[in-house]
T-cell receptor, first 111, second 114 residues
């Protein structure tokens, strides 16, 4: 069975500072990995995904994530955050039909 | 395409009443998912369909919950009877494929059972 662990429930950060949101997964087979973002009162939308190939994946809004198979991690990073990045971020894993989400990390960006 | 459309956006009902949530997936998408989001449990997959057929309903919490997909453009999630602990945001999502493909989410239905 697959599972996803997001180690931080909340991450406060000042505007223009770098940020890393951590994600670890568990699976006995190869997986596909995703990061989704949820703005207040909205559904989720895809930030980026890792399917295969280069372990560094670039997404929308300046976000990127690195797949590390040995550490079973897929951490999300942004070198300089904006106020508008304040949202809930979800890591997800899939290897079949199901998309399984972590519990989410609330990113709060302060001016 | 307008995206995944859910209705209603908000629903307030009394305990014991029947609640029906509706979803229109993106045209051409073969997969439809129902998720429930709560503070305590995060995003839980309740059930998903492939070509209108339920594939996995292991996430449905109890027999009070049921879901149908009578055709490719419509799905319902029904709770009867509803209970206060069912209060949550329910999301519908659709996808053109499996595994490596993106799921597109609706804006959700916020259900409050009083």
């Amino acid at each position: 069975a697959q599972s996803v662990t997001q180690l931080d429930s909340q991450v406060p950060v000042f505007e223009e500072a770098p940020v890393e949101l951590r994600c670890n997964y568990s699976s006995s087979v190869s997986v596909y990995l995703f990061w989704y973002v949820q703005y207040p009162n909205q559904g989720l939308q895809l930030l980026l995904k890792y399917l295969s190939g280069s372990t560094l994946v670039k997404g929308i809004n300046g976000f990127e994530a690195e797949f590390n198979k040995s550490q079973t991690s897929f951490h999300l990073r942004k070198p300089s955050v904006h106020i508008s990045d304040t949202a809930e971020y979800f890591c997800a894993v899939s290897n079949t039909d199901k998309l399984i989400f972590g519990t989410g990390t609330r990113l709060q960006v302060f001016p | 395409d307008a995206g995944v459309i859910q209705s209603p956006r908000h629903e307030v009902t009394e305990m014991g009443q029947e609640v029906t949530l509706r979803c229109k997936p993106i045209s051409g998408h073969d997969y439809l998912f129902w998720y429930r989001q709560t503070m305590m449990r995060g995003l839980e997959l309740l059930i998903y369909f492939n070509n209108n057929v339920p594939i996995d309903d292991s996430g449905m919490p109890e027999d009070r919950f049921s879901a149908k997909m009578p055709n490719a453009s419509f799905s319902t999630l029904k709770i009867q009877p509803s209970e206060p602990r069912d209060s949550a945001v329910y999301f519908c999502a659709s996808s053109p494929g499996t595994g490596y493909t993106e799921a597109f989410f609706g804006q959700g239905t916020r259900l409050t059972v009083v």
